[in-house]
């Protein structure tokens, strides 16, 4: 079976000019290498050759795979012609949430291993919050209006003064910064959380569990496809709760 895949051969129509390689020619291209098919790779070298192809087989978009003959379609027909996953447009996901959590902890514990050459520290959980609470608030300002538009539809303070949506991610990334500081800084970086992350939490525990709304978070940015809820909630607990501890501490 699988050298009769391999000895299949499958017809690529891509966009390949000096200005713009179609990312979406380039992925049907690996699919169809991966699947064990011989690809004949026709490169659409100009708009105008482009738009004639699109206009001869009535299409209106490339890349275009043809197998025995048959047209199979754009990159996501491709994908149901092999019985692959498509993710919906709107789809919700976790994976932004997933990778900043990840790579937050991968970070504290290298630099904990790095500052006193063991993992079993206190500093380890607080570096991964305090790094999750930058990377949080890198992602909210690279599109300020964005995360602010998202994050007025929920948040209680906002609501009640606008320009509480573009101090908060500042707020977020400098109580982090200074929780990574320590020493005297602490005691900035302590009321920042705990006033930020109480009212976020306050304004998620309405939103989604009193008023029972279905919204996106603005947590990882204003593009974000992240469900409104235990997520969000727990982003906005971490921050009081490592403002308690390092108060205690």
Not at 220 to 238: H, R
Request: glycine letters at 8%.
């Amino acid at each position: 079976m699988l050298d009769q895949t391999r000895r299949k051969s499958a017809a690529l129509y891509r966009m390949v000019t000096p200005e713009h390689i179609c990312p979406f020619g380039l992925k049907s291209l690996d699919l169809l290498q991966r699947q064990g098919f011989d690809v004949e790779d026709h490169q659409l070298k100009s708009r105008a050759e482009t738009d004639a192809f699109m206009a001869n087989h009535r299409v209106e978009t490339t890349p275009q795979t043809f197998i025995t003959g048959t047209r199979i379609g754009g990159y996501d027909d491709l994908r149901r012609y092999f019985h692959k996953p498509i993710a919906a447009p709107n789809a919700a996901s976790y994976q932004p949430v997933i990778a900043v959590f990840a790579t937050a902890l991968a970070i504290a514990l290298a630099a904990t291993w790095a500052a006193s050459g063991t993992l079993m520290t206190l500093r380890a959980p607080e570096w991964f919050v305090a790094f999750s609470m930058c990377i949080l608030a890198i992602l909210k300002l690279r599109d300020l209006e964005a995360f602010s538009n998202m994050f007025l539809g929920y948040d209680l303070l906002a609501q009640r003064n606008v320009r509480y949506a573009y101090v908060y991610p500042f707020g977020e990334a400098i109580a982090g910064v200074l929780m990574i500081a320590g020493g005297p800084l602490r005691w900035v970086a302590i009321p920042i959380a705990i006033v930020i992350g109480g009212i976020g939490a306050t304004s998620v525990f309405k939103a989604v569990y009193f008023d029972h709304r279905e919204l996106k978070c603005a947590c990882v940015g204003g593009d974000s496809k992240v469900p409104l809820g235990f997520i969000s909630l727990t982003e906005n607990l971490m921050m009081v709760v490592m403002g308690m501890w390092m108060a205690i501490r």
